[in-house]
């Protein structure tokens, strides 16, 4: 039976919709298993009929877009209504996006400037439309402040393979055919010298034997390469209580339960696409989605969710990797002398944009994209939301090139020369920021 989605879209520039269509023949592999009950940018639905529809009779809604209007408002509350599960589609629902930049002034100011003041108006007595408007939202907040949402694909806009792959996830075409038996059955160290009895995070309870590498014999834990088994091994209840308790791992220990979870889920979660905790169980609940992670062994899905909860209440662990990290430019060959704005000048295609002066956001900046806009020439302005959230980030981003970068000013004269501080280091984040939101 197809899997009902729809797509809900609130106030931006539609892109992620585009981007979902310039999968082309990516869409192949799901469409034939959707149902798309409800799409106005592409199969104008009317809002009515979503209405209609049962509560929880949507699988899976994807909200994208801003929360600028009540409209807005009202219509991702009503897509929570109806789905089952939930996701937050682009950096606009995932963060606010631009948008929250105007969290910087009162809304009255806003209304003011742009139906009153703004240069483009040639009305001669411009005034605020009252009439088919729906009113604005005082400040915008990210989605997951008035719904709870169970999964993220952030981007501006996504790219269309972490869209494809979230639908895949979804319908359980990227989960492995699972094995009766856990990889701890068949691991050299079953019977002595455990690793996970040593007090080593060891995933190989819950993990589908069929390996031949059988890292535990090599001195490595397993990380859940081959996904889910059906039935786990007798250490899954000690490896439960353990990922209960995630702060006091070794970082060594940190590090593979983030491995654990993209190989054993077969997510890219550094590649864009966030789970919430209870992502398994809405899945498990949904009974519609034929995927065998619906079907993964109780004790299995609380280790998978205590880590996943890990992860949502320390986002910081995004700072594994950044889009530096994917970056080909060469470092130390050029210092930053002064802080350029894009305009000015060509940057050569070869060497690191901070180092020839230019204002990257890689360094701070979750990876996932693969540096799409560094390929073209273009410095990093942070769609993918940054690596460690919630912070100042300017003065997080003059601390770590300064220390880190080629750079010939201190903090104080980089900074002092960045014409548009909360544009430049917060301009898809603002909105996550509360110190802007006033009364709101
Ligand atoms: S927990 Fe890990 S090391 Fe211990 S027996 Fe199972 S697979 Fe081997
Ligand atoms: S700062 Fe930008 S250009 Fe430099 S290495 Fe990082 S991503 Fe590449
Ligand atoms: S390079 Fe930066 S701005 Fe460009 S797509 Fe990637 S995260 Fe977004």
Redesign the pocket.
Known sequence: MPVKVAFWQNSDCWGCHQSLLNAHLGLLTVLPELEIVYWPAVVDYKYESLKERADGEIVVGFVEGCLRTNEDIEGTKLIRQKSQIVIAFGSCSCYGNVHGLANQWDIQECIKRKFIEAESITNENPKEPTEHVPGFASKIVPVDEIIKVDAYIPGCPPKPEAIISAVQFLLGQKAFPQNEKAFCEECPLNTGGCLLDAGVICFGPVTSVGCSLKCPGEGSPCVGCFGPAINVAPRAEKLKEMTKNIASMSSGDKKNTYEFLSLFLNVPLMAGFDLSADILKQIKKTGQVQTPLANIPSTTLDIASNLLQYLRDNPSYHEIS???D????I?GRMKMEKVKRDYEGLPNPD?????QG?I????LTRAGCG?LC?KVNA??TGCYGQTVPGVDQAERFADT?TKG?NVALSKDALLAQVKDPLGTFEKFTLAENKKYRGRA
């Open positions: 950044n889009v530096c994917t970056c080909p430019r470092r060497d690191c944009l901070i180092e230019y990257c956001m890689g360094p540096g560094i410095p990093c090139v970068f």
